[in-house]
C-alpha cells in the first residue's frame, strides 16, 4: 500500500469512528472543565481526573474500571491507570475503526448474548476476550 493510500485507509478509519470519538471528546472536556488531564498518545486522545474519572468509576464494571475507550478517545480515573490498560485499550481503538457506528449495539449485544448464556458478560464478551488475549 502507498503512503498516499495509507493515509487514506487511516483517515476514513478515524471518520468511522467519529461518532464515538466526538462524544469521548466531550466526555474530556468536561472532565478537563473539572479539573482533569489529558494527552494525546499512540494514535488516541486519554482523559482522566475531574468529571471523567467520576463517570469511569460509575460505569456497571464499577469502581474497578481503569479505562474506557470510545472511538479514538480513552477515558481514565487517573494517567497511572492510563498507562496499565492503554495496549488494551488500544485493541478496542482498532476495534471501533473497524466496527465505527456499529461498535455500540456490537458491543451491548454480545454482552446481553454472554448474559442469557449465563455467562459474564464482560469476561466472556468477544470484544474483550480480543482485548484480553492481545493485551493481557
Avoid at 476514513?12 to 468536561?30: E, M, Q, T, V
Avoid at 474506557?68 to 477515558?75: N, P, Q
Amino acid at each position: 500500500m502507498t503512503g498516499g493510500v495509507r493515509v487514506l485507509v487511516k483517515l476514513a478509519r478515524i471518520a468511522w469512528a467519529s461518532p464515538y470519538s466526538c462524544l469521548g471528546i466531550l466526555i474530556g472536556l468536561a472532565g478537563l472543565c473539572s479539573g482533569g488531564g489529558a494527552v494525546y498518545r499512540e494514535g488516541a486522545l486519554e482523559f482522566y481526573g475531574g468529571a471523567t474519572r467520576w463517570l469511569v468509576r460509575h460505569l456497571p464494571t464499577g469502581k474497578r474500571t481503569m479505562g474506557f475507550t470510545l472511538g479514538h478517545t480513552i477515558l481514565g480515573q487517573n494517567a497511572h491507570e492510563l498507562i496499565a490498560v492503554g495496549k488494551h485499550e488500544r485493541v478496542h481503538v482498532r476495534q471501533f475503526e473497524l466496527w465505527g457506528p456499529l461498535m455500540g449495539p456490537a458491543y451491548l449485544s454480545a454482552s446481553a448474548w454472554q448474559w442469557l448464556r449465563g455467562r459474564d458478560a464482560y469476561r466472556d464478551n468477544p470484544f474483550e476476550v480480543e482485548a484480553y488475549r492481545e493485551a493481557p
